[in-house]
């Protein structure tokens, strides 16, 4: 029997294909360009890849991925279904980050001591074996709000550069404010992270979202929160601070999605119609 194309339906953010007798829907939220969180639905009982590698899907269809900073901008998506099968090019929109360039910096004021780097490494692990943690929750779903009042101060990807030498990029949303002003849960979730004092990050939180996304809140004067608790949309789960290596009271709040950084100023377009 001939295959017919019954629907086809393509813009940047909807697709609607029709292979063999049965169609898969498929729609795109969220913007194509590096640091991206993207959310796309299909249906019930297909399964997904991306790049070859394979995507968790929920009961519902569901299918959350990300890209990163500097993610290539060639990116394959495939979709399928018994013998129906989607395959969407996904090209990504590249994206130019702030740099600083500062020479003539005292070695000694860049560079941490040993015993702070053994540290600071301890530390990371921590937070790596926390972001571990996956579920089924879908948090994600439900359109995000900001984490606390004031002005941005600092963005995703911007990056410094210190007597010639790159240093790491920044990859949260800065929320500059008053040491004290309250911060709340973005989405629903669970706590798998409270740290009052970590070395570069200070009063640490991390919250999962379901399938492998997390946030996470640095710098923070008070932590409301502890390991296991399930907080709301809009809960509060702490305050802004000055903690570890700030030089102000500010927020610097992150989206992760697994290992990948992902910028959280991009989340509102998840939820644009």
Same mark, same amino acid.
């Not at 946030?215 to 296991?228: A, K």
């Given at each position: 029997?001939?295959?017919?194309?019954? %629907?086809?339906?393509? *813009?940047?953010?909807?697709?609607?294909?029709?292979?063999?007798?049965?169609?898969? &829907?498929?729609?795109?939220?969220?913007?194509?360009?590096?640091?991206?969180?993207?959310?796309?639905? *299909?249906?019930?009982?297909?399964?997904?890849?991306?790049?070859?590698?394979?995507?968790?899907?929920?009961?519902?269809? #569901?299918?959350?991925?990300?890209?990163?900073?500097?993610?290539?901008?060639?990116?394959?998506?495939?979709?399928?279904? +018994?013998? *129906?099968?989607?395959?969407?090019?996904?090209?990504?929109?590249?994206?130019? #980050?702030?740099?600083?360039?500062?020479?003539?910096? =005292?070695?000694?004021?860049?560079?941490?001591?040993? %015993?702070?780097?053994?540290?600071?490494?301890?530390?990371?692990?921590?937070? $790596?074996?926390?972001?571990?943690?996956?579920?089924?929750?879908?948090?994600?779903?439900?359109?995000?709000?900001?984490?606390?009042?004031?002005?941005? *101060? +600092?963005?995703?990807?911007?990056?410094?550069?210190?007597?010639?030498?790159?240093?790491?990029? !920044? #990859?949260? &949303?800065?929320?500059?404010?008053?040491?004290?002003?309250?911060?709340?849960?973005? $989405?629903?979730? &669970?706590?798998?992270? %409270?740290?009052?004092?970590?070395?570069?990050?200070? +009063?640490?939180?991390?919250?999962? !979202?379901?399938?492998?996304?997390?946030?996470?809140?640095? !710098?923070?004067?008070?932590?409301?929160?502890?390991?296991?608790?399930?907080?709301?949309?809009?809960?509060?789960?702490?305050?802004?601070?000055?903690?570890?290596?700030?030089? +102000?009271?500010?927020?610097? $709040?992150?989206?992760? $999605?697994?290992?990948?950084?992902?910028? =959280?100023?991009?989340?509102?377009?998840? #939820?644009?119609?």
């Amino acid at each position: 029997m001939r295959r017919t194309i019954t %629907a086809f339906i393509l *813009s940047l953010c909807s697709i609607n294909v029709a292979l063999a007798d049965e169609p898969i &829907e498929l729609e795109i939220k969220g913007p194509l360009t590096q640091g991206a969180l993207i959310l796309a639905k *299909s249906e019930p009982g297909v399964t997904a890849t991306l790049n070859d590698e394979p995507l968790q899907v929920t009961e519902q269809g #569901y299918i959350v991925f990300g890209f990163a900073r500097k993610a290539p901008l060639k990116n394959t998506l495939v979709i399928q279904k +018994g013998d *129906s099968r989607i395959t969407k090019e996904l090209t990504l929109t590249p994206r130019e #980050y702030k740099i600083d360039r500062v020479d003539g910096v =005292p070695q000694k004021t860049v560079t941490p001591d040993p %015993a702070q780097v053994k540290r600071a490494r301890k530390e990371a692990e921590k937070v $790596w074996v926390a972001r571990q943690k996956e579920t089924q929750r879908t948090d994600f779903l439900t359109p995000v709000v900001k984490p606390a009042k004031g002005r941005i *101060s +600092g963005v995703y990807g911007s990056q410094r550069v210190f007597n010639g030498e790159p240093r790491n990029p !920044h #990859y949260g &949303e800065d929320i500059a404010g008053p040491t004290g002003t309250p911060i709340k849960a973005p $989405w629903p979730g &669970e706590v798998v992270l %409270a740290e009052p004092d970590l070395f570069y990050s200070g +009063g640490t939180i991390i919250i999962e !979202h379901g399938y492998k996304v997390t946030t996470t809140y640095l !710098h923070l004067s008070e932590l409301n929160v502890d390991v296991g608790d399930k907080v709301k949309q809009g809960e509060l789960i702490g305050a802004i601070g000055a903690t570890g290596r700030a030089t +102000g009271p500010h927020l610097d $709040w992150r989206v992760n $999605w697994g290992n990948e950084r992902l910028d =959280p100023a991009l989340l509102p377009q998840l #939820y644009q119609d």
